[in-house]
């Protein structure tokens, strides 16, 4: 069983930078895949990012060059730089975990991009 908490949201300015953290309950050394998904109102959900155990990033296109996904296993944390951001980056941010097979959700954090 792992609880995960995010942190870090906020209101920014379009251009700007925000870092999200995710911190389990537990150690993530094991722990296959972290990563975030979005969800922006009135949009279903969306995969933004992810890392592997091994430490390989993945990303959405829609964030491909802005954002930057990172796990520090020592800390149990897993972040999101945010960079360049847009309106359209507005959305619930939410953490999750895969450990074979199994998902775990954080309950998210809000970013807010605007003027």
């Known amino acids: 069983q792992v609880q995960l908490v995010e942190s870090g949201g906020g209101l920014v300015q379009p251009g700007g930078s925000l870092r999200l953290s995710c911190a389990a309950s537990?150690?993530?050394?094991?722990?296959?895949?972290m990563g975030w998904y979005r969800q922006a109102a009135g949009k279903e959900r969306e995969w933004v990012a992810m890392v592997t155990r091994s430490e390989n990033g993945y990303y959405a296109d829609s964030v491909k060059g802005r954002f930057t996904i990172y796990r520090e296993n020592a800390k149990d944390t897993v972040y999101l730089q945010m960079n360049s951001l847009k309106p359209e980056d507005t959305a619930v941010y939410y953490c999750?975990?895969?450990?074979?097979?199994?998902?775990?959700w954080g309950r998210g954090t809000l970013v807010t991009v605007s003027s």
């Open positions: 537990r150690s993530i050394f094991s722990i296959n895949v």
């Open positions: 999750y975990a895969n450990q074979n097979g199994m998902e775990y």
